[in-house]
């Protein structure tokens, strides 16, 4: 049972380049979020979906867009990587929406050069 | 926008019960409070839920006043892998699915 899996884990990227991270959980549930954790801070909601079909922004959403591909899948685009967006994304999943009770990945570090 | 305000860091002794609270002034009818804990490159891992009152589990204990704009968890007898930094999750209390993190407490427990 892998619950909530992020790829890739690591990434290096040049300023103006793009990427995409994904993420896939096995929980069947409907709501995903995309979370940004700079160093020594808290997490940041930077896009989440409520339902297959459907996302909308978070906190801080600019610079990013997102796709909800499926039930299973979300993922997360860098269309031109800047050196503030180094951080370590995380994704996490949930049944149901309104309760906040949260699973998340194991995170993927990105470092913006 | 129902923001949370934590402690920045707490220090204890193995064996001590810890108690962590959170203010969120502006909680939502419609919220639910969230605790997780978070250990070094690791992503965050939900410890307890509830709306009101208190609620028990395996590891820790959540106590929620009647006017629900604090809550405290309570870790009973920490012990060294109880080291970790603790947030609290509350809900958008508009959007339903939108929650945001506080900066979390740091725990740090002393043999």
């Known amino acids: 049972n892998a619950g909530v899996t992020q790829t890739p884990k690591f990434q290096v990227l040049k300023t103006g380049q793009s990427m995409t991270l994904q993420c896939a959980q096995d929980m069947n549930h409907n709501s995903m979020y995309w979370y940004r954790q700079d160093p020594g801070m808290g997490l940041r909601l930077i896009y989440y979906s409520a339902s297959e079909g459907t996302t909308d922004k978070g906190e801080v959403p600019n610079g990013y867009n997102v796709s909800r591909l499926n039930k299973r899948e979300f993922s997360l685009r860098l269309e031109s990587a800047a050196p503030s967006q180094t951080s370590v994304y995380f994704c996490?999943?949930?049944?149901?929406?309104?309760?906040?009770?949260?699973?998340f990945g194991e995170g993927s570090r990105l470092t913006v050069l | 926008l129902a923001k949370t305000t934590q402690p920045i860091s707490m220090d204890s002794y193995e064996g001590q019960e810890v108690n962590i609270t959170c203010s969120h002034n502006n909680i939502a009818t419609n919220d639910y409070i969230t605790w997780y804990q978070q250990f070094p490159s690791q992503g965050p891992r939900f410890i307890i839920q509830g709306y009101k009152t208190k609620v028990t589990n395996e590891v820790a204990s959540l106590f929620i006043p009647a006017d629900r704009k604090s809550s405290t968890l309570s870790l009973p007898r920490v012990s060294l892998s109880d080291t970790a930094v603790y947030y609290c999750?509350?809900?958008?209390?508009?959007?339903?699915?939108?929650?945001?993190f506080g900066s979390g407490t740091k725990l740090n427990v002393k043999p």
């Open positions: 996490a999943s949930s049944e149901r929406g309104d309760t906040g009770e949260l699973f």
């Open positions: 999750l509350v809900g958008d209390g508009y959007n339903f699915n939108k929650f945001y």
